[in-house]
């Protein structure tokens, strides 16, 4: 697909969004579950935050999408992602996982792993350390923020292949790819990285996408570069961080399908 090709698929898919309101079931962690319903509230689909055992199958299985983040792990929530993620699974829900802070402790990075085995993951969201370590190669993670410089596409490929999925890396370039196909997004602002919870948000915007759009790829660069030109529109409107914050809410939530297509900047990259 041509760049402007690929523009209209991703306003098509905002349109679709807001026309089915898919319900995003996400199994997150606590310091960024009211920034990521906010943020699928605004993009146009509905968010849900299940975490107990006892209901997270049901909830899995009627969803459009689930989210799988390990921001504020505990053992017992890894077991609620994995029953979450095989009954997602079984409906032929798409399933996106955040390994936020893999390779910080051995915990993050076991709970990860075992994800990744048990579950069949459509698509993967980190930052570069989080998928340079997921991929079998060096990488260093400082809570959850990656430190050093990293050959992205290659560790985002190994990645894919491993795992059998889509993996999206973010940063001021995003680079989505499954292996064979890759695209780089180039839209966003240099204020997305001073907020809590943008990593996260862009997440729930895969999930979002991928609820509506079957290819996985296109629907996670089509979700970054939305998530991506509502960054720049609050951008310009912010003064800092903190109006920056609430400004990238009403930025999504104005969104439209045409300012969408005029602004997208995706294009195909090497593999």
Do not use: W
């Not at 993050?108 to 698509?123: F, G, Q, S």
């Not at 060096?138 to 923020?145: A, F, I, L």
């Amino acid at each position: 697909m041509s760049p402007t090709e690929i523009a209209r698929s991703t306003a098509k898919d905002l349109a679709a969004i807001r026309s089915s309101k898919p319900l995003i079931h996400n199994i997150t962690n606590y310091v960024v579950m009211n920034e990521t319903a906010n943020a699928i509230l605004c993009l146009g689909a509905l968010p849900v935050m299940a975490h107990a055992a006892e209901e997270v199958e049901e909830m899995a299985s009627i969803a459009g999408a689930v989210v799988l983040n390990i921001g504020t792990l505990t053992p017992d929530l890894v077991d609620s992602m994995v029953l979450a993620g095989r009954a997602a699974n079984a409906a032929g829900v798409p399933v996106v996982l955040d390994p936020v802070g893999a390779g910080a402790t051995r915990l993050r990075t076991e709970a990860c792993e075992r994800l990744i085995a048990e579950v069949d993951i459509a698509v993967i969201r980190g930052n570069a350390g989080e998928i340079a370590i997921l991929s079998g190669g060096d990488g260093e993670v400082r809570g959850v923020e990656s430190i050093g410089t990293y050959d992205v596409p290659r560790a985002a490929a190994a990645l894919a292949d491993k795992a059998a999925c889509v993996v999206a890396v973010t940063g001021a370039v995003d680079h989505v790819t499954d292996g064979r196909r890759a695209l780089s997004v180039f839209n966003g602002h240099p204020l997305m990285a001073t907020i809590t919870g943008s990593g996260c948000m862009s997440t729930t915007m895969i999930a979002s996408f991928a609820a509506v759009q079957p290819d996985a790829l296109l629907a996670s660069a089509e979700a970054l570069a939305a998530f991506g030109i509502a960054g720049e529109d609050a951008a310009g409107r912010a003064s800092g961080p903190g109006s920056f914050h609430a400004g990238l809410y009403d930025a999504l939530a104005a969104l439209t399908a045409e300012s969408v297509a005029g602004k997208a900047r995706i294009t195909e990259a090497s593999a």
